[in-house]
């Protein structure tokens, strides 16, 4: 307690949750949300062909989460976009990543440095939307303990549960990538976050959110900056999940599952490789023969 006196997290803790998110957060939000638009495979040839579209999942990309909250708590999906700096300064990062001439924009967002810096301001963002978003189903819904997790929830990883939508706004449809079915690191973080914003929330938990929202942020910033410098795409939940999972559902273990992919890897490329063994073994018999004939 002393060292925490010391260190004055409470009053850090309510300076951080005080700050403004626009407009230095909210911009680092829309360049990585865009910059991964673009990663998405045929998206350049979708702003080419039809910028109208490519526009349309920009948006989704940076407001897909306040839509979805909107829709379930009663609201028009458009109430959002009544914010028209917050549209315009997406709407120009957007030209900017897929139209600035060579590619100059692109390529200094997405120089690893930087785009570490982009990614550590996007998760304070992400940690707000999980914050407020418990906080608003908690005043519609005081009781409703499942209704705040799951608007929390939809705040943090909104652009992920309607990625479906937005691929169909490309031209694209993989149902393959449903992202209830394969969740990742962001999801499970904010389903994760919003569980603990509502135990907050309803006193199940005895901090302060402002502490809350510190400590949850700097795991996010932490995480992610950590998987996006060695460009990995696990979940640091792996292990724990693997076990409840095993215990509650009977799943398989994830160590057994990747041991069995690891034994199976080498054994792909053994099978092809025979038969050109056999084959360079028969040529060798072969010529040795001729020239035992030839002598």
Not at 150 to 156: P, Q, T
């Amino acid at each position: 307690m002393d060292v925490l006196g010391a260190l004055n997290l409470g009053d850090i803790a309510q300076t951080f949750s005080k700050m403004g998110m626009f407009p230095v957060f909210d911009l680092a939000y829309y360049i990585v949300s865009i910059l991964y638009l673009k990663y998405e495979p045929g998206s350049v040839e979708v702003s080419r062909r039809s910028p109208v579209a490519s526009w349309l999942s920009a948006m989704l990309y940076c407001f897909g989460s306040y839509i979805l909250a909107d829709v379930l708590l009663g609201g028009s999906p458009l109430d959002y976009f009544q914010y028209n700096s917050h549209i315009l300064l997406a709407s120009a990062v957007w030209y900017l990543l897929f139209f600035c001439p060579l590619n100059l924009f692109y390529k200094c967002v997405a120089f690893l440095p930087v785009k570490l810096v982009l990614v550590a301001l996007k998760e304070v963002v992400r940690t707000r939307k999980i914050a407020a978003g418990v906080h608003h189903a908690f005043h519609a819904y005081h009781h409703g303990f499942f209704i705040m997790v799951i608007v929390g929830y939809v705040k943090g990883s909104g652009v992920a549960l309607i990625s479906n939508f937005e691929q169909l706004l490309r031209g694209v449809w993989r149902p393959d990538t449903n992202e209830i079915m394969n969740m990742s690191f962001p999801t499970k973080a904010s389903l994760y976050g919003a569980i603990l914003f509502t135990l907050q929330e309803t006193l199940w938990i005895p901090i302060a959110k402002s502490t809350l929202i510190l400590l949850f942020t700097l795991f996010m910033i932490t995480c992610k900056v950590v998987m996006t410098a060695r460009h990995s795409h696990g979940s640091p939940f792996s292990l724990i999940e693997s076990w409840v999972c095993h215990l509650l559902f009977g799943s398989p273990l994830g160590g057994a599952v990747e041991d069995h992919h690891g034994a199976a890897a080498p054994a792909a490329p053994a099978t092809p490789s025979s038969p050109a063994k056999s084959k360079e073994e028969l040529s060798e018999g072969t010529r040795k023969r001729k020239v035992k004939k030839a002598e």
